[in-house]
């Protein structure tokens, strides 16, 4: 795989500003002089904060899949734009889900380049393991994947080589999609584990077709779905690590990472050498 410098692995300055917090906790910990302590002070469902879907004008909220995309049904793989509601995807639990909608959104560019918002980041094929994803995988930004039981944005797992912004060649047009389940879910999309969208109230008028929606479920159109997993990345670096201490409560003084531990594995498999 072939790197790009403007991408390569320097520490980002969420990341810096998250190892601050972490320097500034460990002495307030000692200071207390019990981690347990401290933990014992966080709510028991703390969780970093959710920006799925926010509300922007480049559109940086959201989670979801690259035109073109394929997902995995009872029927085999169909590409996400040829999905309609009903129909049935798989989930990683081996259970079949209807689809409940789709929402939709494209973009045109508007200068001599994608805005980093809205260009797709690519997961080639085998980036995660030796057989996943299978194919390259092009999600938003803020689309995450279910990795060691947690929800992480691909934006976090950038290195440069195996994950890194992309756009197909012949693409001059972005159009996204994602799938709408009765709950928050985790879906096999290039056989990768990402997750459907999480509704959160009226993130879903982020895309153009949110009227359908509106129409077809006036009931639940500001739904709050509960995350099928804990969503962890460095926005927010007090609210991330609140989650870790959660996620270490079994450990106290050890501080977990998983999104850490995941992009360095995940760097560290796309600098060995191709056999």
């Known amino acids: 795989m072939s790197s790009s410098p403007q991408y390569r ?47 922007g004008p480049k559109g940086g909220g959201h989670n979801c899949f690259l035109r073109g995309t394929f997902i995995s049904t009872p029927k085999g793989e169909t590409r996400i734009e040829d999905l309609k509601i009903g129909d049935l995807v798989k989930t990683l639990r081996g259970e079949a889900v209807a689809v409940k909608w789709i929402g939709r959104r494209a973009y045109k560019k508007a200068g001599p380049s994608w805005n980093d918002s809205v260009m797709p980041i690519r997961v080639s094929r085998h980036a995660l393991d030796n057989e996943i994803p299978h194919r390259d995988l092009y999600l938003s930004p803020n689309h995450a994947l279910l990795i060691a039981g947690v929800l992480i944005r691909v934006k976090e797992l950038v290195n440069g080589l195996s994950i890194a912004p992309a756009l197909p060649a012949e693409r001059q047009r972005i159009e996204y999609l994602q799938i709408v389940l009765g709950t928050h879910d985790v879906i096999l999309a290039e056989g990768a584990p990402a997750e459907s969208f999480l509704l959160r109230g009226s993130n879903h008028e982020n895309f153009t077709n949110f009227a359908e929606y509106e129409r077809l479920y006036p009931a639940h159109s500001r739904t709050v779905m509960t995350p099928f997993a804990p969503i962890v990345g460095y926005e927010g670096g007090r609210e991330h690590l609140k989650a870790l201490l959660s996620l270490s409560i079994s450990r106290f003084v050890q501080l977990h990472d998983p999104v850490r531990e995941a992009y360095e594995r995940i760097a560290a498999r796309a600098r060995q050498p191709v056999s």
């Open 9 to 55: 692995v320097a520490p980002s300055r969420a990341r810096r500003h998250f190892l601050g917090v972490i320097v500034a906790t460990s002495a307030r910990v000692a200071a207390i002089g019990s981690a347990a302590a401290m933990i014992s002070a966080l709510p028991a469902q703390a969780k970093p904060k959710e920006k799925h879907g926010d509300h």
